[in-house]
């Protein structure tokens, strides 16, 4: 765009060289899109999940070399070993146990600040892995996160302070993470005047187990403003929290 905003190279190679750009392939492993952050506001995260140590490792590292970061979600402690092992001197590795989430990064590469602030609350401790996985995503989106955990409905007292805190630092967005009867969400979103994202997870058992009863629970959810992602969709909701975080962000920048 550089080169064609000084006329060295025209419309056509300009549209030329994004579609070449667009997307990067590894042999017939994998396909890689490149500048999804650029046209989406996301960057591709690596899925651990099905893929060899070795295969996620090359991928890993391709796109380290192409963008200077990369995140891989869902990942086993020998996946994230062999990646460890694989990456470069000039590289920084973070890894968040609870969740099995990494970020590789080139020594050197920052996050820039974007100004949207989101919540995260969790019904119980059990809850947190799946809100430890949307806060990475909106941290490495370059959001502000603020996080209470443990403050479900089965001791609502928990839950006021928190939640006055975030109003007060006025945060875009709040993600609620809950399992079991997925009570939470709805809870929360009858007192603020931001939009919920609902995150039902795998916690719970009998009838309803393995998050069903929670999902369902906040698709039926009577008070409104929730928006429901996927069981244990950790990464999804904190895509939709960065999006709506950042955007208005982005509103607040041009006002000034």
Request: net charge negative.
């Amino acid at each position: 765009m550089e080169k064609l905003a000084k006329n060295l190279i025209s419309v056509g190679d300009a549209e030329k060289l994004l579609r070449l750009l667009a997307i990067d392939e590894i042999s017939n492993l994998a396909k890689l899109d490149v500048n999804r952050e650029l046209r989406k506001g996301i960057p591709e995260i690596i899925l651990a999940e099905g893929k060899t140590p070795e295969d996620l490792a090359e991928i890993a590292l391709k796109m380290l070399n192409e963008k200077g970061r990369v995140i891989v979600s869902r990942a086993e402690k020998e996946q994230i070993e062999v990646i460890r092992k694989a990456a470069p001197d000039d590289s920084v590795l973070q890894v968040n146990d609870k969740v099995g989430i990494a970020v590789i990064k080139k020594k050197g590469f920052e996050v820039e600040k974007t100004g949207g602030k989101i919540g995260i609350l969790t019904a119980g401790t059990s809850d947190i892995p799946v809100a430890e996985e949307a806060k990475v995503i909106a941290q490495e989106m370059g959001c502000e996160v603020v996080t209470a955990y443990d403050v479900g409905v089965a001791g609502i007292h928990r839950l006021l302070p928190p939640l006055k805190e975030m109003i007060e630092r006025d945060v875009d967005a709040l993600i609620v993470v809950a399992g079991r009867e997925g009570a939470l969400p709805s809870v929360v979103s009858g007192l603020v005047d931001l939009p919920v994202i609902a995150v039902p997870t795998s916690v719970g058992y009998g009838f309803g187990d393995k998050g069903v009863g929670a999902l369902m629970a906040m698709l039926q959810a009577c008070s409104l403003g929730i928006a429901v992602v996927n069981i244990d969709g950790g990464v999804a909701a904190g895509a939709v929290a960065v999006l709506t975080a950042n955007r208005a962000a982005k509103f607040r920048r041009s006002q000034f």
